[in-house]
């Protein structure tokens, strides 16, 4: 079965700072990998997904991007980030099971 | 787009009793998902479905993928205190031989009577 690991779990970062977040997924190879943000514990909005490196949907216009640099990895970002990119990060793999990774918890102050 | 509507909202257990909880939507889905979320945490697959008609258990759990396909319910029966969480239903279309990404319905969140 696969695991899918978040780094790091917790994040208070500066408006305006840069940001990284890491996924990777262990157990499988090749699979789709997604991005969710949550809200106070409410409603994935569905942000990138992948169905292989370097390929990047986005799903909503904002102030972030998605790369995957290998296959079992992908990595959120941003270059200044906003008060309003707080909130829960997921990552997710799988095609019809998805999958989700324990969450990042940004702070935006 | 595409909307889930997910109920009830929210709702209050007691110990011992059963709960059900359904998501219905406007558009046909090809598979229906079933999860639960802890504070804090990822939300973990309890159910996946997919064929109209099919019913599922896992446990305490049962899903049934509705016959028309724009429906599905959970039911958990005899409720114990760590079934407090939020439960996700996710909806999934084809796109012509191409799998869509999941829709989420808003939750239902489980919570022990005061």
């Known amino acids: 079965s696969q695991t899918i690991h978040q780094w790091p779990a917790t994040l208070v970062q500066p408006v305006g700072s840069p940001l990284s977040l890491e996924c990777t997924v262990e157990g499988t190879s090749n699979p789709n990998l997604y991005w969710y943000r949550q809200a106070a514990g409410r409603g994935l909005q569905l942000l990138f997904y992948s169905v292989g490196i370097g390929q990047i949907s986005s799903e909503v216009p904002q102030n972030l991007s998605a790369s995957r640099p290998q296959d079992r990895q992908f990595i959120l970002s941003s270059k200044k980030l906003l008060l309003s990119d707080s909130g829960f990060y997921l990552c ?12 990042t918890r940004l702070t935006v102050t | 787009g595409q909307q889930l509507n997910q109920s009830p909202q929210s709702m209050f257990i007691q110990e011992g009793e059963d709960v059900s909880m359904n998501c219905t939507s406007s558009s046909i889905f090809n598979t229906w998902l079933w999860y639960k979320q802890d504070p804090g945490e990822g939300p973990v697959l309890l159910i996946a479905l997919y064929k109209a008609g ?3 258990s896992n446990g305490r759990l049962t899903a049934q993928f509705g016959i028309t396909r724009k429906d599905s319910f959970l039911n958990i029966s005899a409720s114990i205190p760590s079934d407090v969480g939020i439960y996700f239903c996710a909806g999934q279309r084809n796109y012509g031989g191409s799998q869509g990404n999941l829709i989420f319905g808003k939750g239902t969140k489980l919570s022990v009577k005061p």
């Open chain 1, 92 to 103: 997710a793999a799988g095609l019809y099971e998805q999958y989700f990774g324990p969450g």
């Open chain 2, 54 to 56: 099919e019913l599922t």
